[in-house]
């Protein structure tokens, strides 16, 4: 009775096709031939990565998840999760610009129509066109539901008013999915989701925000002032904007998860490479118990997340539930990229403080995973409701 029942169940098995398997050597030798080396140049002159990513659309890597009907590749969530993993590690801004497509994808891909699929997923799955997604305002970013721009039926046509902030691929990007709110006081039962495309009249781009890392990273905020959008760019129907919403972090928490991991695994190379190099009481630190110690928990952290990661993923790709495990993934890598590039400062001592070793720069990278697609505290709750909800 157990065997028949085994047997039923579909085994979880991250084991590589051999189609993967070349892509992702194709992908690694890219990232170590082309984007390792600029990534310091990228990141202090804070230039947008244009070759970098002219790249990937050369590559096809765009359209990894979108099926080949529109112009994709039509392959598993699981297969981008590691490519974009393998981006991170080499270039976490490039890795960055690379995921945020996905927020645009995944919502056109699980919500538009056949027509609007046809329109906006080709040029996105060729590398033509960028994607961004816009729900975060000055009073809306954990409050998902207090989104404040406002979207008004005219005839044939929305008006979009208001202002988004920190959108990622902000002012690079040709396609966005919008949240904009048809009624105020239904808090997130008014939330409709839009395709905005770039250009429109009335939609402009405001201020480039200064951050403490990923200096060329663009988050740039919009500006919608009487932007006039077709009923034909509604996104599924209205005031169904929050399950949009909701279901497209869910997908992405597993990008900003991976991108995480990236930048923990790229600290933890550089932290053991240069413990062996480092020679203090005549012995290299490697020998030390303390720096043993260290980077065995850093290898466990990385290895603990990126079995979430892979998980989740996985989960996705087979049509079962995978939000909690997706925010569990992104809570651990995001924490764990801190924690790992902390303590690879720290195995390089004063050196790890200097501009000149890549580690100060990981350290400043990672903070940001911690606070972006929701922040550790926000992903505590979404993990406790859905622990709740399960019998």
Request: proline content about 3%.
């Amino acid at each position: 009775m157990i065997r028949e029942k085994l047997k039923k169940e579909k085994e979880m098995d991250f084991s590589l096709s051999n189609d993967q398997k070349a892509i992702l050597d194709l992908v690694e030798e890219v990232c170590r031939k082309e984007f390792v080396p600029l990534a310091d140049e990228i990141s202090r002159e804070g230039k947008f990565p244009e070759q970098n990513i002219r790249k990937l659309a050369e590559l096809d890597l765009f359209g990894i998840t979108i099926p080949s009907e529109y112009s994709g590749l039509g392959m598993d969530y699981l297969t981008w999760t590691l490519i974009t993993e393998k981006i991170c590690k080499a270039c976490a801004t490039t890795g960055l610009i690379f995921g945020a497509n996905l927020l645009c994808t995944y919502p056109l891909l699980k919500f538009a129509s056949e027509e609007q699929k046809k329109k906006f997923l080709s040029p996105l799955a060729k590398g033509k066109s960028l994607g961004a997604f816009a729900l975060t305002e000055p009073e809306a970013g954990s409050d998902a539901g207090n989104v404040q721009t406002t979207a008004k039926k005219e005839g044939d046509s929305y008006i979009l008013n208001g202002n988004k902030i920190f959108i990622t691929n902000g002012e690079v990007a040709d396609i966005y999915i919008v949240i904009a709110t048809v009624d105020k006081r239904s808090g997130a039962r008014g939330l409709t989701a839009f395709i905005v495309e770039k250009g429109r009249e009335g939609f402009t781009f405001g201020q480039h925000f200064k951050k403490m890392g990923l200096n060329a990273l663009p988050n740039v905020e919009l500006i919608f002032d009487n932007c006039r959008i077709p009923v034909a760019n509604l996104l599924y129907k209205e005031r169904r904007g929050f399950r949009v919403a909701m279901e497209t972090f869910a997908a992405g928490r597993i990008g900003v998860g991976v991108g995480a991991l990236g930048i923990a695994e790229a600290a933890f190379k550089k932290a053991k490479e240069y413990s062996k190099q480092r020679v203090q009481f005549g012995r290299s630190i490697s020998s030390f118990q303390a720096i043993q110690h260290a980077l065995a928990d850093m290898a466990t952290q990385i290895e603990a997340a990126k079995y979430l990661l892979y998980r989740a993923a996985w989960l996705l790709d087979h049509g079962k539930p995978f939000e909690k495990m997706a925010s569990m993934g992104k809570l651990y890598a995001s924490e764990t990229a801190m924690k790992v590039s902390t303590k690879a400062v720290q195995i390089f001592g004063g050196y790890g403080y200097m501009k000149d070793y890549p580690v100060e720069r990981y350290m400043r990278e990672a903070k940001l995973f911690e606070i972006i697609e929701g922040t550790s505290e926000i992903q505590r709750g979404v993990i406790a409701n859905l622990l709740f909800k399960e019998k």
